[in-house]
């Protein structure tokens, strides 16, 4: 992390990108779902990007962009109620899985000129990819999952939904401060503590150039609603082992050394000794691995890409 500045960095400095509003038809509800697009423009979208609950896409702008410079087009998108996407987001109105998030990506993924050669995410993002390669193969080639949320089915049971709506997550989330005076203000609240203590600060400010929005009256508010982002804890009544075992594709998951989301115990065993499926734990990595391992994380998308 850099030391040599409390500074917000210019949201302008770094990998260039262009911003795409894109209409979507999903089960989960029609609109625009926003994103960013970077890498060359003349050729069909290489990979398609998910990102964590509670983030957008643009927080993994420098991430991505050793990947957009060797030649790759690249599409990351804001996913339903984050970000710039104008998607409905109710938290009361019976969200209690994932499967809109995996109706809107396929949405997406209908609207591309062909399927992307790799789809891939973070935590929430890439069980999103998850839920999607089950029903629809034929659009999401191979996955890159960056510390996927994969929960034991046997605790989602046990805790039931009063029992996740009341997690530390969702209670940490619904107690999130919503409103700031200036980006800037932000940055300087949240630079090198909590969840962000392991964040380069170019990624800090890229994820408050889009996670706040500035209000007509003044002031910044966050996108993605506290609720919303406490529900999304809560909602993990659906089914990403029966996806998983569906599926056909290819899959690298990189998984955190600390705290991982992504338990896999001995469920993918089998497929995992048949080479579909690669599980690297990654040393000295939390849950925030893309941001600890940005050079990991590119590495593993070229990989996949080539």
Not at 11 to 28: L, V
Not at 106 to 118: F, M, Q
Not at 196 to 201: A, V
């Amino acid at each position: 992390m850099s030391t040599d500045t409390l500074s917000m960095p210019a949201p302008g400095a770094g990998p260039a990108f262009r911003r795409r509003r894109i209409a979507i038809k999903s089960p989960a509800g029609d609109g625009i779902m926003a994103a960013i697009e970077m890498g060359p423009e003349d050729r069909p979208v290489d990979l398609v990007f998910c990102h964590a609950n509670g983030f957008n896409a643009l927080t993994y702008r420098h991430l991505l962009g050793p990947v957009a410079e060797a030649g790759n087009r690249i599409l990351a998108i804001d996913m339903r109620g984050h970000g710039r996407s104008e998607l409905a987001a109710d938290p009361g109105d019976g969200h209690s899985s994932w499967l809109g998030y995996r109706d809107d990506l396929i949405g997406l993924l209908e609207t591309l000129e062909a399927p992307p050669r790799v789809v891939a995410g973070h935590s929430m993002g890439g069980t999103s990819g998850v839920l999607a390669s089950g029903p629809r193969p034929d659009l999401v080639p191979a996955l890159v999952l960056f510390d996927p949320v994969l929960m034991d089915p046997a605790m989602v049971e046990r805790l039931g939904p009063e029992g996740l709506k009341d997690s530390p997550l969702a209670q940490g989330a619904r107690r999130r401060r919503v409103e700031f005076e200036s980006r800037e203000a932000a940055f300087a609240g949240w630079r090198g503590r909590g969840a962000f203590r392991s964040w380069p600060d170019a990624v800090l400010a890229d994820y408050i150039t889009d996670g706040l929005i500035e209000q007509p009256g003044g002031g910044f508010q966050l996108a993605c609603a506290p609720a919303w982002e406490a529900a999304n804890f809560a909602a993990h009544f659906h089914n990403p082992w029966g996806a998983l075992a569906e599926g056909r594709c290819p899959i690298r998951m990189l998984r955190a050394a600390e705290g991982s989301t992504a338990n896999i115990a001995d469920r993918l065993d089998a497929q995992i000794a048949a080479g579909r499926i690669r599980v690297e734990t990654i040393p000295e990595t939390s849950h925030f691995l893309p941001m600890e391992r940005p050079d990991l994380f590119s590495a593993a998308l070229l990989e996949a890409l080539v």
